[in-house]
């Protein structure tokens, strides 16, 4: 036996020879030279050949070369057309060299002469040896071609993603070659209005002046003199935004901000029943934040009747609910509506309005959002710190 070999136990032999004096000659040998654990099955004809490679498959064959109506070469190629990893042994009692060489290079594993059966069991264990490596050999070989296959497969995977990245990135660096572009021109557009809107305004504002001046004024004059000088300060607004600055000219003092929504609500007509509470701000900044988000509410709801303002003192802070009853702002955009540009005709939003109104809370020290109104619609809700003894010494 070879070293680094070890039989399979028990080592199953299919002898196919039609003298049982020679089968009994050639088991003694094996199971001396090889152990006990073997088993030899011997069949005489071509039938029982067969009929035993059906039944199952042995660890080698041996088989004598010429038989009564059949021969080992043909043996062999029946057995390999079955089990080709079966090693086959012609054991023959005479062969000529030409037709053992013949035997040989038709795929028979070897051949040993019946005179000679010393050399049985050794080519047996070389025999099985081959086998053995040969099979483990294209085990490998599948394994590594299985691999490279799965490899392929991933590369060719790799290739098709990078693929589509690649044309991911280059429609989303056109889209943002298109929404640059689109934001410049926007800029642009408002930095340009907003030039061409001052000078008309500054105008309108000085006649306004001067009227109430030379009739003595009116609450007529007095309400057009307030409202352009709220547009006056949007327009600038505008143009700070335009610039990427934020909203500046914020004047602290003291102001009733029951005041400042109720005179809202007589401008755009919604219902302001709100009490009078006293903070410091800017009343004109406040009336912008409010008028903002009252024409927003007007116009996503379709009219005043649907909007009304309402205040509600809480420890420490004022929060006025400007609520309407349109379609309402759906939760995934919430978050997106102060941003700016944004513009959506669920937020009422130009693009740059609620913006200006978040920043003019915040400049306050307050917070803007907005939240679901019961029943359907929006409510956006301003709160405002209460000023505090420190505080109303400071602004004595």
């Known amino acids: 036996m070879s070293a680094g070999f070890a039989l399979t136990k028990p080592l199953r032999i299919l002898h196919l020879e039609d003298s049982e004096l020679d089968h009994e000659l050639v088991s003694i040998t094996v199971e001396g030279d090889l152990g006990s654990e073997v088993k030899v099955t011997r069949v005489e004809d071509e039938a029982g050949f067969l009929a035993a490679l059906e039944e199952a498959a042995p660890d080698i064959i041996l088989s004598d070369y010429a038989l009564p109506g059949y021969d080992g ?11 080709p990893n079966v090693p086959f042994i012609i054991v023959t009692g005479a062969m000529g060299e030409e037709v053992a060489v013949d035997t040989l290079r038709q795929g028979v594993t070897d051949y040993i002469l019946k ?3 010393e050399r049985l069991a050794p080519a047996i264990t070389r025999a099985l040896a081959e086998a053995d490596a040969r099979l483990s050999r294209e085990r490998a070989e599948q394994e590594v071609r299985d691999l490279n296959a799965s490899l392929q497969a991933r590369l060719q995977e790799v290739e098709r993603l990078r ?6 990135n280059q429609r989303l660096a056109v889209q943002a070659r298109q929404l640059e572009e689109a934001l410049n021109l926007q800029k642009t557009f408002l930095a340009e209005t907003s ?9 309108l504002l000085g006649y306004l002046r001067r009227a109430e001046r030379e009739t003595g004024g009116s609450q007529v004059l007095q309400d057009a003199q307030r409202v352009a000088e709220n547009m006056t300060r949007l327009v600038n607004d505008l143009l700070q935004l335009s610039r990427g600055e934020l909203v500046k000219s914020i004047e602290m003092h003291f102001v009733n901000l029951g005041n400042v929504l109720r005179q809202v609500g007589r401008d755009y007509g919604v219902q302001a029943d709100v009490p009078d509470c006293e903070i410091v701000g800017d009343p004109g900044r406040l009336t912008q934040v409010f008028a903002n ?4 509410g007007i116009r996503v709801s379709g009219g005043p009747d649907k909007v009304r303002l309402e205040l509600h003192e809480r420890p420490g802070e004022v929060e006025v609910l400007v609520i309407d009853h349109g379609p309402g702002v759906p939760d995934d955009i919430k978050p997106r509506i102060f941003d700016k540009f944004y513009r959506g005709k669920e937020a009422g939003s130009a693009g740059l309005g609620l ?6 809370v915040t400049a306050h020290a307050g917070a803007l959002d907005v ?10 809700r301003v709160r405002l710190p209460l000023p505090d003894d420190e505080g109303d010494e400071d602004f004595a």
Not at 163 to 168: A, L, P
């Open 73 to 83: 070469l043909s043996a062999f190629h029946a057995a390999h057309a079955r089990s």
């Open 163 to 168: 693929g589509t990245t690649e044309r991911q």
């Open 115 to 117: 005179q000679r059966l």
């Open 355 to 360: 913006t200006i109104a978040q920043q003019v």
């Open 293 to 296: 988000l009252v024409s927003n």
């Open 371 to 380: 939240l679901d109104t019961p029943g359907g619609g929006a409510t956006f």
């Open 195 to 203: 030039h061409e809107l001052r000078t008309p305004l500054t105008a």
